[in-house]
């Protein structure tokens, strides 16, 4: 590393249509949270992970500031221990019948996901009914790039299986109980889906718009708005942003 740069992979994973897009979006976003310090800084995304490196007198305490904000992946898979609290991003969703992957940033020697096994997801996400992966990933809005927070169960050699943290699992379960479909909105920032939602006349269909990671953001449905027409509608103004709907099961009291 050249002399008096610092380093930390954050938890965040930026997802490829924004990498495709150019440094612009990332570097903004990283521009509000050095403001008033004293540093040099760039960033760099390996295998999607975002990396910020600083030099200078508030170097140390711009990248702890990012820690505390984003979390930090672990890069290296000897740090992973059983029963670790990590954050990660569902990854490939759908793709194996026998639970979904997430990728928790392990990155050296190899790139690596974790499983989160369908006897697991059954037991948290579907009150232990048997559901297929995709039918619990399409009612939950689990979709790639989607963050949750895990632990770490199994180890056995390169093979590292989680499941949901208690924190996460609360989320789900709060959700649950409440009479508003969501609509989740991945590899966009917050203004401009507040921007979106503006422009489509929507501010009284969307009630709060709630923030997941730095780039994914979660649209709260009012009563009696469907998501599924809410994504109709805002879908012209986020062109090729990937959006899902969480549909509530929860009928509203007359």
């Not at 612009?24 to 976003?29: A, E, F, G, H, P």
Request: glycine share 8%.
């Amino acid at each position: 590393m050249a002399e008096g740069w610092r380093s930390a992979t954050l938890g965040e994973k930026i997802p490829e249509r924004v990498l495709r897009q150019g440094p612009k979006l990332v570097w903004s976003l990283l521009s509000r949270e050095a403001r008033g310090l004293r540093t040099d800084w760039e960033f760099s995304a390996p295998q999607q992970w975002l990396q910020v490196r600083a030099r200078g007198d508030d170097a140390d305490a711009f990248l702890n500031l990012l820690v505390k904000k984003f979390g930090e992946a672990p890069v290296q898979h000897s740090k992973v221990e059983r029963w670790d609290l990590c954050r990660g991003f569902i990854t490939g969703s759908g793709r194996v019948g026998f639970g979904v992957y997430v990728d928790l940033g392990i990155l050296e020697p190899v790139r690596k996901d974790a499983l989160y096994p369908l006897h697991r997801m059954r037991a948290q996400l579907s009150d232990g009914v048997a559901k297929s992966s995709r039918e619990i990933l399409l009612e939950n809005a689990l979709a790639d790039y989607f963050p949750i927070r895990t632990v770490v169960t199994e180890i056995q050699g390169e093979k590292v299986s989680v499941e949901l943290a208690d924190e996460t699992r609360e989320q789900f379960l709060w959700w649950k109980q409440l009479p508003f479909d969501r609509v989740i909105a991945i590899g966009v920032a917050r203004d401009e889906v507040e921007k979106a939602v503006r422009s489509a006349r929507l501010g009284f269909d969307v009630i709060k718009i709630e923030s997941l990671s730095l780039l994914v953001q979660c649209l709260v449905c009012k009563m009696d708005t469907d998501a599924p027409g809410v994504i109709a509608k805002i879908g012209n103004n986020l062109k090729g942003v990937a959006l899902a709907a969480y549909r509530s099961q929860v009928k509203p009291l007359e």
